[in-house]
């Protein structure tokens, strides 16, 4: 008898030649039982034990024994799932920490977004993280990039490339793969995702990879950090534009002090 676990794969998908004896896949002729008890984990389908016997039968005890089994694996899976969660989370948790520390300790906004790109790419494995402001004329300007490196396209515009237009225009996460000359070097897949602030989205955040295809853990981050990143270039905004509104008032509050001080100056 041989025994093969599949979690998450459809059960009609062919078994690989290695889980027969005799080199080969099993056919209708071959005469195998199937007794294919479920993986519940947490009480939730997560695949299925399958176990195969070419020329008999399976009797109920194997089928009571492959039950068995299946409860067995199913514990062990669980208990998979649930420590790779638990990590992914807390390297999330930390991620977030930090960037909430830059955002709130670097008063230079460049500095800031580059200190938050180099957080992204090192603890969230991305291999690479940029940072592209919108500007009053709907161009694209990267302000931060991690991997410090070259970039074919200084400026861009939202509407040259599908995926801009779809952060920009729609809000929303785009995935894309190729070689634009807007995405980092070297890398094979990304995610485009809006810096939401109202009434629109501030730039663009584009994270990549080489090799290892994103999920929806990473998803859904991406996607919770490009609104982190969005609130933090909306309050470095609001924060300039106070700035430019006082300084006239505390330019003439300067000068009526100097001429006080020369007018007693004269009197002594």
């Known amino acids: ?18 889980v027969m004896p005799s080199g080969r896949c099993p056919s209708i002729t071959d005469h195998v039982a199937w007794p294919v008890p479920p993986l519940a984990v947490n009480d939730a389908f997560a695949g299925a034990l399958i176990a195969l016997r070419v020329g008999r039968p399976f009797t109920a005890v194997d089928t009571y024994t492959a039950v068995s089994i299946a ?15 638990e990590a992914t ?11 909430a520390r830059h955002a709130l300790f670097t008063e230079d906004l460049d500095e800031s977004l580059q200190s938050i790109s180099m957080v992204l790419a090192s603890a969230l494995d991305h291999d690479a993280a940029h940072v592209w ?21 200084t400026q861009i515009w939202e509407n040259d490339h599908g995926a ?49 295809p994103y999920r929806l853990d990473d998803i ?5 950090v490009g609104t982190f990143i969005g609130r933090v270039v909306a309050a470095a905004h609001r924060s300039a534009v106070v700035q430019r509104v006082d300084l006239p008032a505390a330019t003439a509050f300067d000068a009526e002090r ?10 002594n």
């Open 1 to 18: 008898m041989k025994v093969a676990a599949t979690v998450g794969v459809p059960l009609r998908t062919p078994l690989p030649s290695s």
């Open 220 to 224: 859904e981050m991406a996607d919770v």
């Open 164 to 212: 801009l237009s779809g952060a920009l225009r729609e809000r929303r996460l785009v995935r894309v793969s190729g070689d634009a000359a807007w995405m980092p070097l070297n890398t094979r897949e990304g995610l485009v995702v809006p810096l939401r602030a109202d009434p629109r989205p501030l730039g663009i955040l584009v994270l990549a990879r080489a090799q290892v």
């Open 133 to 153: 402001l919108r500007r009053a004329d709907r161009s694209l300007h990267r302000h931060a990039a991690y991997p410090i490196e070259p970039s074919e396209a």
């Open 89 to 99: 989370e807390r390297r999330q948790a930390l991620a977030l920490y930090e960037l």
């Open 258 to 267: 100097e001429a006080d001080l020369a007018e007693s100056r004269e009197l």
């Open 71 to 85: 409860e067995i694996v199913s514990l062990e899976l669980g208990r998979a799932i649930t420590a790779s969660r």
